[in-house]
């Protein structure tokens, strides 16, 4: 399962503005040596999936390159948009009939990441690059009840063709993030404000995700992973999106809104060796935002 609360934005580009002049002096108007500002890099594309109970709506095509999926959660459970590739001709109806079964995903199943859980009737975001292709949106959260969402048809076809245009820029972060088993390594301040951040999982270590969690004052990590697994009373934090899983290698942006306080880190996906969620493996992390 995955949780946020986040509004996100799709990170700027710097404009490039060359020099000129002889002397100092900007040449007049028509001087063949006046420099032409380069223009900025394209921006992603962004694209808006809405999620209900059990269900994703949204285009079924997508260009390639950069690209900024918006979710919107309209339902009154958590959902989240974990975004795989399905290589070697795989349709998602293959993709269905695999995960009926315990055990690893398939090999042909590649998580590229996506936006994680924001709160119901709230918005998480997240940036990924993409090749031509055949994928899937599906939903993992598995609250309540301990069935995953896409045990009850929330999965979505989608192709991703050959971009037209050229390819936009990657955002640039503020806070990056690199998963491995079973932590989480964060680079740069985090302060108030809006944020983008990377999210990397090390080469060589098995898929991971960053669920952000705004604590309630009082509250720590720890109790957020007892309500997680037994959810009794008001939950101890609000969700704000972040990282779905992503294959090693690969990198996941996202953007949120933050304010002063305490947050928490957390991956829920199910350990390769064992089935348990890391956060069993001891996978949750407190951030201070000051």
Not at 75 to 92: C, P
Not at 236 to 249: E, F, I, Q, R, S
Request: charged share 15%; glycine share 10%.
């Amino acid at each position: 399962m995955r949780v946020p609360k986040l509004s996100y934005l799709i990170a700027g580009s710097a404009l490039l503005v060359v020099g000129c002049g002889r002397g100092g002096q900007v040449p007049a108007s028509g001087d063949s040596t006046a420099a032409t500002p380069a223009a900025a890099p394209a921006a992603p594309t962004v694209v808006t999936i809405h999620a209900t109970e059990y269900a994703f709506t949204g285009p079924q095509q997508v260009p390639a390159g950069w690209t900024t999926f918006q979710l919107i959660n309209d339902g009154a459970m958590l959902h989240h948009l974990a975004i795989v590739r399905l290589d070697s001709g795989k349709t998602v109806t293959d993709l269905r009939q695999a995960l009926q079964h315990p055990g690893p995903p398939p090999r042909w199943m590649v998580p590229v990441g996506g936006p994680n859980a924001p709160e119901p009737h709230s918005q998480s975001n997240a940036t990924v690059d993409l090749v031509p292709g055949q994928y899937a949106f599906l939903c993992f959260v598995d609250v309540p009840g301990g069935v995953p969402h896409f045990a009850k048809g929330m999965s979505m076809p989608f192709t991703v063709t050959a971009a037209a245009a050229s390819s936009a820029a990657a955002p640039t972060p503020d806070v990056v993030v690199t998963l491995s088993d079973y932590r989480f390594d964060v680079r740069g301040p985090v302060t108030a404000g809006r944020r983008t951040f990377l999210v990397q999982t090390a080469r060589g270590q098995q898929p991971h995700e960053l669920e952000l969690v705004r604590l309630e004052p009082g509250k720590t990590p720890a109790d957020v992973v007892a309500w997680v697994l037994k959810p009794q009373g008001p939950p101890p934090g609000h969700p704000l999106g972040g990282a779905a899983p992503a294959a090693a290698g690969g990198g996941v942006y996202f953007t949120a809104d933050l304010t002063s306080g305490k947050y928490a880190l957390m991956c829920f996906v199910p350990d390769a060796k064992d089935g348990k969620p890391h956060i069993q493996h001891g996978m949750v992390q407190t951030l201070d935002v000051t």
